[in-house]
């Protein structure tokens, strides 16, 4: 969540830019850039796009801060801004691609209990972390998550804001939002499991 | 005591630190006697904390920056 104080100076910068102030629309601009062109890189994988989304997204600040009323933060506003400019640029692009994300969940037996061997692989990554090799496998699995799923995970274990904070952008109640959050960590965790598992094997076999 | 996939759906909230005082109590418990499920839970943990390291921190590329500015200074600043 955004500080008070960061909270109280986006007030004052809008209240500003509202009266005709150039210098606070800068000032909003050396603020939100990076985090504009953060999520729109990451939800696009895609440096063109993400420079035309964090243009666009400028521009609808500019031309758009008369209608903003303060009903939630200015922080949320303009993240939502960016969501629609980045889904305008996916819907461009490809279509949309089915995944299903029941494959996320362990096998249980009859009584709920476990079925499957599960290792804990999540003491063994440091030396993987930096190789490239990890860094594809996990760029690639997150690119498999459903839009919905993707957005709610990226704001809130990526870019680190609350689940609040999330349900705020995108008009979600905090259990929904958990529970995409939940199955989007599900089937992340399954994708890293095979591969750590498999690395594992190859490692052991050398 | 809780079942492995009751304790799954509850991760979330776990870590979240909203769970009501019994029911992460049963949780523990559970975990205590279920090997499988604490490795459930620290490759679920872990996912989420490899996913973040991986994906940030996004830096603005400088030719992006040197266009993002030349852009608003010509459709904003003076348009």
């Known amino acids: 969540m955004p500080t008070q104080e960061e909270k109280a100076q986006d007030e004052m910068l809008v209240r500003d830019m509202k009266a005709g102030q150039m210098e606070a629309f800068d000032k909003i601009f050396e603020l939100y850039q990076r985090k504009i062109y953060a999520l729109a890189f990451n939800m696009t994988r895609n440096q063109m796009d993400a420079q ?16 903003f009323q303060g009903k939630s933060a200015f922080s949320s506003w303009v993240y939502r801004i960016t969501l629609n400019a980045t889904y305008m640029k996916l819907r461009n692009k490809k279509k949309e691609q089915y995944v299903s994300l029941d494959e996320g969940l362990p096998n249980f037996n009859h009584a ?21 090799e990890t860094k594809g496998v996990i ?6 998550l459903p839009e919905k799923e ?43 499991s095979s591969y750590f598992d498999e690395y594992q094997t190859r490692s052991s076999k050398k | 005591m809780i079942c492995c996939k009751e304790c ?14 019994a029911t992460a109590a049963s949780l523990e418990d559970h975990f ?48």
């Open chain 1, 52 to 67: 035309d989304v964090t243009q666009e997204v400028l521009l609808t600040i500019y031309r758009k801060i008369d209608t």
């Open chain 1, 112 to 132: 709920g209990f476990q079925n499957e061997k599960v290792s804990d692989w999540s003491k063994s990554t440091d030396s993987l972390l930096f190789s490239n």
């Open chain 1, 139 to 144: 760029e690639k699995a997150v690119e498999l």
């Open chain 1, 150 to 192: 993707k957005v709610v995970f990226m704001l809130r274990d990526v870019e680190g804001l609350s689940t609040e904070k999330v349900g705020e952008i995108l008009d979600l109640t905090i259990p929904a939002v958990k529970s995409r959050l939940h199955r989007a960590r599900l089937f992340l965790r399954k994708k890293l």
């Open chain 2, 8 to 21: 799954i759906d509850l991760l979330c909230d776990y870590f979240e630190g909203t769970l009501d005082p």
């Open chain 2, 32 to 79: 205590k006697d279920c090997p499988p499920c604490v490795s459930f839970l620290e490759t679920y943990r872990q996912t989420s904390d490899l996913c973040r390291k991986t994906l940030t921190p996004v830096e603005i590329p400088e030719p992006v920056q040197i266009k993002l500015r030349e852009f608003v200074k010509n459709h904003i600043q003076s348009p």
